[in-house]
């Protein structure tokens, strides 16, 4: 299975520190998110991943180029920013038609990924869409889910005043190639995920509640909570000689 890892944001909310470093690259006790990803695609079964640029592009580009995982990853910048929906349709040569794992760089979790993409296997008949959920300490910020009984998501809140819940959207999704069809069938360059594609696939989507550690990087206040709350990591050792060069820069299709 191939993986888009969504790093091109801005990360305005957590300035001033990311005027200097890419929001991707913030770190949690002193490693970056990006690398706290990296391990868990790749030691979790992921072949290969795209990651998009954009803000401070060079700095992830060069980070990149110094991981162990190197080899296995490819690099688009985007210009202008496009949306999940429209960096999934920009890039879908590059994916081909299996199952894609969709994953935003900006959060921080201790996912178990192999169980994720067990669960994707065995989803309810007639859904395309495998979703992470989570429960969140503050529904107002986030997407929440309303589920039916076979577990789908039924209806979707997203960052609405009264919230029916905590259940929340984790923005890691495992989908089909169905999902990029109806994007691509949108005719639009610029595809936001949450209002342009989930609405469309109610009913059709499989929530699966993560239970263990997860939360959004996206403000000054998030990121000092995750550094208390989030376990320091073990001394990173890799078990293999990297080689020199890692790999090519990714070009995505035109329209």
């Known amino acids: 299975m191939r993986a888009l890892l969504l790093a091109a944001g801005v990360g305005s909310r957590l300035r001033p520190l990311t005027d200097t470093i890419p929001k991707c690259l913030v770190p949690i006790h002193g490693r970056p998110l990006l690398a706290y990803w990296l391990d868990l695609l790749f030691l979790g079964g992921i072949d290969r991943a795209l990651i998009n640029t954009h803000h401070l592009a060079d700095k992830v580009r060069s980070f990149v ?27 879908r040569s590059y994916f081909g038609r299996g199952s894609l794992l969709v994953a935003h760089a900006d959060n921080l979790t201790n996912l178990d990924l192999r169980s ?46 009264a919230p029916p819940g905590n259940l929340a959207n984790a923005a890691v999704y495992i989908l089909e190639p ?61 078990n293999r000689q990297p080689k020199t060069h890692a790999r090519a820069l990714y070009a995505p299709e035109a329209g």
């Open 65 to 91: 180029m110094s991981s162990p995982w190197r080899e296995r990853i490819d690099l688009v910048k985007e210009d202008i920013l496009l949306g999940t929906g429209g960096t999934i349709v920009a890039n």
């Open 116 to 161: 994720f993409v067990a669960a994707h296997a065995t989803r309810p008949d007639g859904c395309v869409l495998t979703m992470l959920a989570f429960r969140t300490d503050d529904p107002k910020s986030c997407g929440i889910l309303e589920l039916n009984q076979a577990g789908t998501v039924c209806a979707f809140h997203e960052k609405v005043e």
């Open 178 to 238: 169905e999902i990029i069809d109806y994007a691509l069938a949108l005719n639009k360059p610029i595809v936001d995920f949450q209002t342009e594609i989930i609405p469309a696939f109610l009913d059709r989507i499989y929530a699966v509640e993560h239970r263990g550690y997860h939360r959004d990087i996206g403000n000054l206040e998030s990121l000092r909570r995750a550094q208390i709350e989030f376990p320091k990591p073990a001394p990173y050792v890799y």
